[in-house]
């Protein structure tokens, strides 16, 4: 998704404001601003290009709808994350996710997006390389896919968003240990599907 | 420190969570254990290519496709999700398959009206009458069962039927008084003047005397009914006439009110229809729609429809 980088000025409190003021295109920006980064979580989580689009989504409609609740004492990222993760786990615990996730996909996940320059790959000249590399993104993200919709929330925070224990915990909404203790289960699952491919 | 307390504290120590003490009891443990050190290098190796994994870019059309959806009502989002996808119901594939089925079934057994005259045997043994028509074909008193319309008689099965479901069509203009018509015509059934007699006296009278007098067996009467029979004008007497015929009448379309019908159709053996239609002349002036079938073995269908009196 392209930015506007003259439209970035203005902090995300003041684009709040103006959208709750009503201004439409306020809201637009924060969209631009914070739409790849909705879109990657979707995405590490659902494990589908389209559903991380949709839920994504979902995720700012759903912000816009209460924008009014947003009393500003987090973040309006944290927020807006925080609203993204539990989209995410409600449709990964929706039936027709569950099934659509049974039927056999013509898309890979990572093998064949290796191929696409948009998704940032293209400085691979090496095809092997390129092939490999999409290759271990496809088993990673599949042995991601394999975990429970909780643990996999903290593993994608943790180790692919690289958050910090607590902000992790303010996501979920979840205790510190409760972060610590999935981490390390969720690793642990992951060990066994992921040794020798990383 | 053992392996089991170390393994379970690897995760936070290659997140730099624990305390330099624990840090170090880690990492003496490590360096004379091949399991742990083992495990400690997955962990390292997971966490830099996790952390390296490229990140994913929105659509082009992102937006646009956010403000589209935005600018749809909630309600009505909600209305296409139902009716798009029914999964979010959570209905197992089982019971969707189950009400399919079912679905079909009532489909197929309880048609409506025009599949029901199809759906008609030609054999008078198989014939079943719904109580509701036939209370309803009697003039049952009110009390009883007060119907709206009289109903369709429908058949348990759909056999031998593919080729009757044409229908011989007769206008049938009625004069004003058939009843005397009938007496003039001099019909020779005992049974039917028996029958007539009782609908003069507007008697109560048993369903198995009703049944002796439409020459039908009483066996087929589930229990002893007491049924009134009014005088419902020549569309009882044709009636009883088609009956008399050894005929099947398969749909009537009568005011319950009136008694007046405005079709009447049914099944008769070809042998028996023309001595049928000679004796419906006596009520008034029929005129077929098309050339009478030529008559040969097995039934054949028509419809009398009134058009005054």
């Known amino acids: ?198 | 420190m053992k392996c089991r307390g170390v393994q379970k504290s690897l995760s936070e120590y290659v997140d730099g969570r624990l305390s330099a003490g624990s840090a170090r009891s880690i990492e003496e443990h490590c360096a004379s254990c091949d399991a742990c050190a083992n495990e400690l290098a997955f962990l390292r190796a997971y966490r830099k290519r996790m952390s390296s994994l490229p990140g994913k870019t929105a659509p082009a059309d992102f937006l646009e496709k956010f403000n589209r959806r935005l600018d749809v009502p909630e309600a009505r989002r909600g209305i296409v999700r139902t009716l798009f996808s029914p999964a979010r119901i959570k209905l197992p594939l089982e019971a969707a398959g189950l009400l399919a089925a079912a679905a079909l079934v009532f489909i197929i057994l309880i048609p409506d009206e025009t599949r029901k005259a199809d759906l008609v045997s030609h054999s008078p043994e198989r014939v079943a009458v719904t109580e509701s028509a036939d209370l309803a074909m009697h003039g049952i008193d009110e009390h009883v069962r007060p119907p709206a319309k009289r109903r369709v008689h429908q058949t348990a099965s759909r056999d031998k039927t593919a080729g009757q479901a044409r229908v011989y069509v007769i206008a049938f203009t009625l004069r004003s008084a058939s009843a005397p018509a009938l007496a003039m015509n001099g019909a020779p059934h005992g049974r039917a003047r028996e029958y007539e007699e009782m609908k003069a006296a507007d008697a109560y009278v048993s369903k198995a005397k009703v049944a002796a007098a439409r020459q039908m067996p009483p066996a087929e009467e589930k229990k002893e009914t007491a049924v009134r029979l009014t005088d419902d004008g020549p569309h009882t007497d044709i009636r009883n006439a088609i009956r008399r015929s050894g005929a099947t009448i398969i749909e009537e379309k009568c005011d319950a009110a009136t008694g007046r019908c405005s079709s009447i159709t049914f099944e008769i053996r070809h042998e028996a229809h023309t001595s049928l239609l000679n004796e419906l002349k006596s009520f008034g002036d029929a005129r077929p729609e098309r050339p009478a079938p030529k008559t040969g073995a097995g039934t054949m269908r028509i419809q009398l429809r009134f058009s005054g009196e």
């Open chain 1, 1 to 198: 998704m392209k930015r506007n980088l003259s439209t970035t000025q203005r902090d995300d409190g003041t684009l709040v404001r103006e959208t709750l003021a009503g201004d439409r295109r306020a809201y637009d920006l924060l969209v631009l601003r914070h739409g790849d980064m909705l879109y990657n979580l979707c995405f590490r989580m659902l494990g589908d290009y389209d559903e991380a689009s949709d839920c994504a989504q979902d995720a700012f409609i759903r912000a816009y709808r209460a924008l009014e609740s947003f009393r500003g004492d987090a973040a309006f990222t944290t927020w807006l994350y925080r609203i993204a993760v539990n989209t995410c786990r409600n449709r990964l615990a929706s039936a027709d996710y569950r099934r659509s996730r049974k039927a056999v996909r013509l898309e890979g996940t990572g093998a064949d997006d290796a191929l696409l320059p948009e998704n940032g790959r293209a400085s691979f000249s090496n095809p092997t390389e390129r092939f490999e590399r999409g290759e271990r993104e496809a088993l990673i993200q599949r042995a991601l896919d394999a975990l429970p919709p909780d643990e996999k929330a903290v593993a994608v925070l943790c180790d692919i968003e690289g958050r910090s224990y607590e902000e992790t915990a303010a996501l979920t909404g979840v205790p510190l240990g409760t972060v610590k203790s999935r981490l390390a289960r969720a690793r642990r699952r992951l060990r066994s599907k992921l040794e020798g491919v990383v």
